[in-house]
């Protein structure tokens, strides 16, 4: 699992182009509200920290996702997107640790801060491109920086975690407009690769809880 395996999502408000060539622009900024519901864990120690069952983070916030599209030809394309996960959550935590074959069970109440930023940058080539959508091929670089913070409440102590790196990308991306005359509508996905978890202190996994969201697009045309 990882980052960003995949996005698909409907569009549901977008300004209307001039014409009926929806794919036929320069530039293309959009923007995304996503409902996230994290997973996953955090390695510290021994043994990993279950973002859902030890630390209860916080489910269905909203997060915003940024692209701009550069089209310097028809079937050319240059893109960068981001997102900036902020996540947060409140727990009491009870753990049992045998020392000296005798048993002590540990209670404490922690919060939990964590930051994800994710920013990537490619090039896609459309294999298809018609006047109400297209299908292409990308390939590119991300890079994620990712902390994540443990404070103690009973303890008074805290503990940080932090992981920056990049790692490649490729992948398929795609969208279909719905409407024979306006560009309200539309059906999109994308599909890439992702780090492997198993390589990281941090373990997170995020799924979009509804593929359903609010898209504003703003569309330079030729």
């Avoid at 269905?60 to 996702?65: K, T, V």
């Avoid at 935590?93 to 994800?116: G, H, L």
């Avoid at 930023?117 to 670089?141: E, K, N, T």
Wanted: charged fraction near 20%; hydrophobic fraction near 45%; proline fraction near 5%.
């Amino acid at each position: 699992m990882g980052w960003f395996d995949r996005r698909a999502a409907v569009l549901l408000l977008a300004l209307p182009a001039a014409a009926q060539e929806f794919e036929n622009f320069r530039i293309e900024l959009s923007t995304s509200a996503w409902l996230v519901n994290p997973s996953g864990a955090i390695q510290s120690g021994i043994a990993p920290i279950d973002l859902q069952r030890d630390l209860q983070i916080e489910q269905r916030q909203p997060h915003f996702f940024g692209k701009l599209v550069i089209k310097p030809s028809r079937r050319h394309r240059l893109i960068v997107e981001g997102v900036l996960y902020r996540l947060c959550g409140a727990a009491n935590i009870t753990r049992q640790i045998t020392f000296a074959s005798r048993t002590f069970t540990v209670r404490d109440f922690v919060t939990s801060e964590a930051t994800i930023d994710y920013i990537a940058a490619g090039y896609q080539f459309d294999l298809v491109s018609r006047p109400r959508g297209h299908l292409g091929l990308l390939a590119g670089v991300a890079h994620v920086d990712a902390a994540g913070t443990l404070t103690s409440r009973q303890f008074g102590f805290s503990g940080t975690e932090h992981q920056s790196f990049p790692f490649p990308q490729a992948g398929a991306e795609g969208r279909a407009f719905l409407l024979p005359h306006r560009n309200l509508l539309e059906l999109a996905f994308t599909a890439k690769t992702a780090p492997a978890a198993s390589t990281r202190p941090f373990k997170v996994r995020s799924s979009a809880s509804s593929y359903a969201t609010a898209e504003a697009s703003s569309i330079a045309e030729t």
